[in-house]
């Protein structure tokens, strides 16, 4: 018995040592596995479906705003060599500033309370990143030191950067009551002619299409092969804070899932109104609101809503075809 193992560890042995050393094959480069993908966020711990594609800050490609950042404060006073501090670039939990440095605690961090949730936020703030995809739009913000809970990429897929029970710094004043969404566009322009669009659109037979620039090497688009074509082919202008703008529609993909993520959210936080801020006349404001409006409000709005200085989501932004998805979306099934 001890014999026969003996001659084996030999044999494995010799064998070790006359194994030739070939060159190994070349083998393909893999590419980087595609992101997993389902159809749920995360609202204080738990899942909520939405019907929509969703990747969580928890997979690839990792967009989490729940890491650290170099601080941007810091850079100007940095001497050669040295590291910046790391700061977060969100707050845990939602509080509200009182004024003295004081602040009241309206969801603890960690606390995970989805009543008290519930009780807080009562807006939706849409943005486009002028990023054109989510990749560089996520790079952006961390650069910024500043955090979103929701990017939208041009293909429709949703990438949730953090719980919603945690701030978010997008949107100032709307932070502690808010949600944010990043939808990939490269916005909007006062001129007809601005560079970006020639950069970014092109024609073919179809119509207008989406070319993204070589050097994005495809933007970590997640469906392999994708086309975006904005909803409407040609530019768009309209006036947003006094002044005309033109800029490229959003995708029918980025349609589709705002109107599944909103409905979600007005669902499970239904302070969240299925509606835009509306005029006498019952049209959706294209300027910012007055501070009493801006408190009263409770739905969901444009950034320019809250802030003089902002146009997004921009002119292009079809607010009462996404509202009439939205809509559609909570009507009850017919029995
Ligand atoms: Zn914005």
């Known amino acids: 018995m001890r014999f026969t193992l003996l001659l084996a560890l030999l044999a494995l042995a010799t064998a ?17 596995p595609a992101p997993k993908v389902g159809d749920e966020i995360v609202v ?19 967009y989490d705003s729940y890491q650290l950042v170099p601080d941007p404060a810091a850079k100007k006073d940095l001497q050669p060599g040295e590291a ?6 969100y707050e845990p939990g939602r509080s509200r500033k009182l004024g003295d440095g004081m602040a009241e605690v309206l969801v603890a961090p ?5 009543a008290s949730l519930a009780a807080v936020v009562d807006q939706f703030v849409l943005h486009y990143d002028v990023c054109g995809v989510s990749r560089t739009c996520h790079k952006v913000l961390r650069e910024r030191g500043l955090s979103v809970h929701f990017m939208l990429d041009v293909d429709g897929t949703i990438y949730q950067t953090m719980d919603l029970a945690d701030t978010a710094w997008h949107a100032t004043k709307s932070n502690p009551r808010s949600i944010g969404i990043e939808i990939a566009n490269m916005g909007a322009y006062p001129s007809k ?17 989406l070319r993204l620039p070589e050097r994005l090497r495809g933007g970590g688009v997640r469906t392999e092969g994708f086309v975006g074509r904005p909803a409407r082919q040609e530019l768009v202008s309209g006036t947003i804070q006094k002044t005309v703008y033109h800029q490229y ?3 029918p993909e980025q349609y589709a899932s705002l109107a599944k993520l909103s ?15 509306r005029d006498a006349q019952g049209k959706v404001t294209n300027a910012v609101l007055s501070d009493a409006e801006w408190e009263r409000f409770r739905g969901i709005l444009g950034h320019y809503h809250v802030q003089l200085n902002k146009q997004d989501p ?4 079809d607010w009462e075809f996404f509202l009439r998805l939205v809509r559609e979306e909570l009507r009850p099934p017919a029995p």
Not at 48 to 61: H, K, Y
Not at 193 to 209: H, I, K, L, N, S
Not at 314 to 317: C, I, K, N
């Open 16 to 32: 070790c040592r006359v194994a030739p050393l070939r060159p190994r094959p070349m083998e393909p480069v893999e590419p980087p």
């Open 44 to 62: 204080c711990g738990e899942r909520v479906s939405i019907g929509a594609p969703v990747v969580l800050w928890t997979q690839f490609p990792g």
């Open 84 to 89: 910046p501090p790391m700061v977060l670039a």
């Open 110 to 114: 960690a606390s995970r309370d989805r």
């Open 193 to 209: 002619a601005a560079p970006v669009f020639a950069e970014w659109y092109a024609r073919d037979d179809a119509g207008t299409y």
């Open 249 to 251: 529609d959003f995708t």
């Open 263 to 277: 409905a979600a959210l007005c669902r499970a936080l239904p302070r969240i109104q299925p509606d835009a801020p």
């Open 314 to 317: 921009g002119p292009a932004f």
